[in-house]
């Protein structure tokens, strides 16, 4: 069936290409008959792990000159490239590409729409703790996610608890947001790594293993049961929960957790399984996007989201989609967001947050009941296809940008 012929869409800013939330939105909405058009200068992509030193004040001058330099060429590659369009999207991170592209949408005036995935103030305040609440910093994070916000036509969040954390915190009216799930590409169907300027000529690394022998593993290798957590080492994840799971299954020989990524709590991970002496625990760094199918194929079970922080429980994290996308059955901590995508026993087995005897007992209960696996991962596949593919994700942008297009944001 021939796609509908939709407007154009200039898709904008310095956001990270191969993040999850910006490829599935871009992919969508040309799947819905939008003509996006990426206007992207890349910087962001540079550094995976945006914790630590990369938040230090000298990281942070360095960041300003290169924020400077970027928009120096977004803006040439707007005035060359852009052309004529309907709508502008800001993607993923784009809280300070808003004041240029809010610039740009004046004259001609033309619908600017904000795609945030985050609150910068939640996530670094309230969440990893990089900077103390009621410091200076965390007052211009809190304005900055206001103004970028208020700025928009139209902000697109990916679940109603998010909204409703957006709506309360930064006094925002209702109306001015949308949900659309993040999502994922059917397992079939991820991308090739795509070219970046200042990238190309320098190959992706290897997954680097933690340095122990015992805890070496190849992707496909014969794992018994593997239960795997695929993100970033943050405390949102709730990756001690996780690990006190893995210890409390020790005794259970033919269950293996494979920890893969990489971030704040890294090398916290790696020290308390060596502290603990956990056999059953496996590590490998980050990993291209596109390389994930190939480290999921052979797992059991795939995890979720476990942090007791507010943030946790109104997000549902792309690893989630991911795994349903795949047919993997998926455990994740019981919360509001969650709920508005998964049901428990029938596309999940949701446990209680910051639980990890509740964690360790859903395992437990998935390896012992390999009827209930097969359940809950055919029903997570359903569900997926149903409400969260790429198709599905342009569906739910379009419905909101076409009345966004016709001068109805709400």
């Not at 209960?365 to 055919?378: M, P, T």
Request: aromatic letters at 10%.
């Amino acid at each position: 069936m021939a796609r509908p012929r939709r407007g154009r869409i200039c898709f904008f800013g310095t956001y990270e290409r191969d993040y999850l939330r910006n490829i599935t939105l871009i992919e969508g909405l040309r799947s819905s008959g939008w003509r996006v058009q990426e206007c992207h200068v890349p910087l962001w992509e540079k550094e995976r792990d945006k914790t630590g030193a990369y938040l230090g004040p000298w990281s942070l001058v360095l960041r300003a000159v290169e924020l400077k330099l970027a928009y120096l060429r977004l803006l040439l590659k707007y005035v060359f490239t852009a052309g004529s369009y309907d709508i502008m999207v800001v993607g993923y991170i784009g809280h300070l590409d808003m004041p240029l592209a809010w610039l740009l949408t004046r004259l001609p005036r033309r619908p600017l729409v904000f795609s945030p995935l985050i609150s910068l103030y939640d996530t670094l305040v309230d969440d990893r703790r990089s900077f103390a609440d009621g410091t200076l910093m965390s007052r211009l994070l809190r304005r900055l996610d206001r103004w970028t916000c208020a700025r928009a036509d139209l902000v697109l969040l990916d679940t109603d608890a998010h909204i409703g954390y957006f709506v309360d915190t930064f006094n925002l009216p209702r109306r001015r947001f949308a949900r659309v799930f993040v999502g994922a590409p059917e397992s079939d169907a991820m991308p090739e790594p795509r070219a970046m300027p200042g990238r190309d000529a320098v190959p992706e690394p290897e997954p680097a293993e933690v340095p122990n022998e015992r805890n070496a593993f190849e992707p496909g290798g014969e794992v018994p049961f593997q239960v795997v957590f695929i993100g970033k080492f943050t405390p949102l994840h709730g990756l001690p929960y996780m690990m006190e799971a893995a210890r409390r299954l020790r005794d259970e020989p033919d269950i293996v957790f494979h920890f893969i990524g990489s971030g704040q709590l890294s090398v916290e991970m790696r020290e308390t399984a060596r502290r603990l002496e956990l056999d059953n625990v496996r590590f490998t760094d980050w990993i291209p996007y596109e390389s994930i199918p190939r480290y999921l194929q052979g797992a059991g079970v795939c995890l979720g989201i476990f942090g007791t922080t507010g943030k946790a429980a109104r997000v549902i994290p792309g690893k989630v989609f991911i795994a349903l996308s795949m047919g993997k059955g998926v455990v994740t901590a019981d919360t509001p967001a969650v709920r508005e995508l998964l049901t428990d026993d029938e596309s999940a087995l949701l446990c209680e947050r910051g639980d990890p005897e509740s964690l360790a007992g859903a395992i437990r209960r998935l390896y012992e009941d390999r009827e209930l696996l097969g359940k809950i991962a055919e029903g997570g596949r359903r569900v997926f296809r149903d409400r969260a593919s790429v198709e599905q994700v342009g569906r739910s942008a379009t419905a909101v940008l076409e009345r966004l297009a016709q001068g109805d944001p709400g």
